[in-house]
């Protein structure tokens, strides 16, 4: 059990163009969900925070217009960076958990390269 | 705010014998969790061990197993007969117990510590 996914595992864009990642709880309902940021051999960077039905709630320096975050349903959350640039490449990582004080189960990230 | 501290960016280990690897946070709190993460090759976080800081007793998890000193604010890792397929970066993170206002149940991560276990 407690099984989240995420797709896609890898995606190419270009410069200036936006990209959407899926993040997905397959067998729990997922009250709260995390967005992670991780560079090569660096510890996860929490991006921002959402739970369902509400508005997400971003990390100090995050800007918000730039990473849309959408969590409409209780096993579904997205994340769509808008206006991509090179300097965005990074393996974004997402969780879920039940609630706040519960237990937060990982995605297998998604590695966004941005050309 | 709550900091992770993690002071080994890498240590290395012989397979079959036992490495402990630190932590250190801050926090003024009193009720909270504190975790061990393993992240392999693939970058699939697995939850390695868990403790809860109003539990006086260490958290073992088979060849897994903390120390926790509360009053220290230690929190170390030792794996015995360490493995092949334990080499990976791993990662110490707090949660606070009670989340709320802008906590959320937020993980707070230290910068992780690579492992190699050589054969």
């Known amino acids: 059990g407690a099984v989240v996914s995420q797709h896609p595992s890898w995606v190419i864009c270009k410069s200036g163009t936006s990209v959407k990642i899926e993040c997905r709880s397959l067998?729990?309902?997922?009250?709260?969900m995390f967005w992670y940021r991780q560079f090569p051999k660096q510890s996860l960077m929490l991006m921002a925070t959402?739970?369902?039905?509400?508005?997400?709630?971003?990390e100090q320096g995050v800007e918000k217009d730039k990473f849309l975050i959408n969590h409409a349903s209780l096993t579904l959350s997205t994340l769509t960076v808008t206006s991509a640039h090179p300097e965005d490449s990074s393996f974004y990582i997402c969780s879920a958990s039940l609630g706040t004080t519960y237990e937060q189960y990982f995605g297998p990230g998604t590695r966004l390269t941005v050309t | 705010a709550q900091t992770v501290t993690q002071s080994q960016p890498e240590m290395s280990v012989q397979e079959a014998e036992t490495v402990t690897l630190s932590c250190t946070y801050d926090?003024?709190?009193?009720?909270?969790?504190l975790f061990w993460y393993k992240q392999p090759p693939s970058r699939q976080m697995i939850l390695v061990i868990r403790q809860e800081a109003y539990k006086q007793q260490n958290a073992t998890e088979n060849r897994f197993s903390v120390n926790f000193q509360k009053a220290a604010k230690s929190f170390s890792l030792k794996i015995s007969d360490s493995q092949l397929g334990d080499a990976a970066m791993y990662f110490c993170a707090y949660k606070l117990a009670n989340a709320g206002g802008t906590s959320y149940g937020k993980l707070t991560f230290g910068q992780g510590t690579i492992l190699t276990v050589h054969p």
């Open positions: 926090t003024s709190e009193s009720d909270y969790y």
């Open positions: 959402s739970n369902e039905g509400s508005k997400a709630t971003y």
């Open positions: 067998d729990f309902q997922a009250t709260t």
